[in-house]
Nanobody, 121 residues
Framework: QVQLVESGGGIVQPGGSLRLSCATS????????MAWYRQAPGKLRELVAS???????DYVDVVQGRFGVSRDNVKRTMYLQMNNLTPEDTAVYFC???????????????WGQGTQVTVLA
């Protein structure tokens, strides 16, 4: 069974920081490209940050310089360090994995259930 479990969301003041985690099981994490998406109320889900199997990172422009994505292949966990948060960062943040399940070779896409981040106005 594949599970992606996000944690670390919460309520913060503008300028504050949060660190999100995405703990995975059931997938070959080291062979999976990982990403964080977010969805604000009334808006489409958008890609925030990504990290490939070789550690290459990419960010949407609005978080560049404030957010940092990383991964721990031993713990099979991805992280998102979010600094200098603004009310516009308020959203549900989702973990995304593109990779194979254990015992399989085909690439599939998996999602976590999301964690709420609220930055007070």
């Amino acid at each position: 069974q594949v599970q992606l479990v996000e944690s670390g969301g919460g309520i913060v003041q503008p300028g504050g920081s949060l660190r999100l985690s995405c703990a995975t099981s059931g997938i070959r994490f080291i062979a999976s490209d990982m990403a964080w998406y977010r969805q604000a109320p009334g808006k489409l889900r958008e890609l925030v940050a990504s990290i490939t199997t070789d550690g290459t990172t990419d960010y949407v422009d609005v978080v560049q310089g404030r957010f940092g994505v990383s991964r721990d292949n031993v713990k099979r966990t991805m992280y998102l360090q979010m600094n200098n948060l603004t009310p516009e960062d308020t959203a549900v943040y989702f973990c995304n994995a593109k990779g194979p399940r254990y015992g399989r070779s085909n690439i599939q896409t998996f999602w976590g259930q999301g964690t709420q981040v609220t930055v007070l106005a």
